[in-house]
């Protein structure tokens, strides 16, 4: 299993700097979801299966759901054709690919070596996490689903497009109407 944590903590490692280094945010998304991966894939080595299965549900799918809304917020039409096409040129999903590919090996090992150990342990119904959840850490909660709830309401205003019948808000008739006698 050490094996595996190191694998999976270089794959980490190197898809965070390319989150960080990356300029095009779709790009960006891609080695974030595998860096989420691969901290699951350490958990997993080190024995917290439930804290490496909730890091795969909570942080790679919201994260994946919220790029989703994101993208039909911003209502992307006809003209970032050629862009999309221009992203699924193997240059461009090459690598968190083969990060992937690394974290499948690494997940194909941590298997077998469970398989060889004799793992019993005690079932965890979803009262218990609701519980923990809404117990102890229910402040952690709020501010999880608050910030998600900021991210999709600024990610709507500036995805809107202002059509000619809407009202405008102050600022923009001021700027508007200063255009005009310019």
């Given at each position: 299993?050490?094996?595996v944590?190191?694998?999976?903590?270089?794959?980490?490692?190197?898809?965070?700097?390319r989150?960080?280094?990356?300029?095009?945010?779709?790009?960006?998304?891609?080695?974030?979801?595998?860096?989420?991966?691969?901290?699951?894939?350490?958990?997993?080595?080190?024995?917290?299966?439930?804290?490496?299965?909730?890091?795969?549900?909570?942080?790679?799918?919201?994260?994946?759901v919220?790029?989703?809304?994101?993208?039909?917020?911003?209502?992307?039409?006809?003209?970032?054709?050629?862009?999309?096409?221009?992203?699924?040129?193997?240059?461009?999903?090459?690598?968190?690919?083969?990060?992937?590919?690394?974290?499948?090996?690494?997940?194909?090992?941590?298997?077998?070596?469970?398989?060889?150990?004799?793992?019993?342990?005690?079932?965890?119904?979803?009262?218990?996490?609701?519980?923990?959840?809404?117990?102890?850490?229910?402040?952690?909660?709020?501010?999880?689903?608050?910030?998600?709830?900021?991210?999709?309401?600024?990610?709507?205003?500036?995805?809107?497009?202002?059509?000619?019948?809407?009202?405008?808000?102050?600022?923009e008739?001021?700027?508007?109407k200063?255009?005009?006698?310019?």
């Amino acid at each position: 299993m050490e094996i595996v944590f190191y694998l999976a903590g270089l794959v980490a490692v190197a898809a965070t700097l390319r989150v960080i280094t990356h300029t095009n945010p779709v790009h960006a998304l891609l080695y974030l979801i595998v860096t989420l991966l691969a901290i699951s894939a350490v958990f997993f080595s080190l024995g917290a299966y439930f804290a490496g299965a909730l890091e795969i549900i909570v942080y790679a799918g919201a994260i994946m759901v919220l790029f989703v809304f994101v993208v039909m917020m911003l209502n992307l039409g006809n003209a970032v054709q050629q862009q999309e096409r221009a992203w699924m040129k193997p240059s461009v999903w090459i690598g968190p690919g083969l990060m992937s590919l690394v974290l499948l090996v690494v997940l194909i090992i941590a298997i077998r070596s469970l398989s060889d150990q004799d793992i019993s342990g005690e079932m965890v119904d979803a009262k218990v996490v609701g519980i923990s959840l809404f117990g102890p850490y229910v402040l952690a909660v709020e501010l999880a689903s608050m910030l998600l709830l900021a991210g999709l309401v600024v990610a709507f205003h500036i995805g809107r497009e202002h059509k000619s019948g809407e009202v405008l808000g102050n600022s923009e008739m001021t700027r508007r109407k200063s255009e005009e006698q310019a």
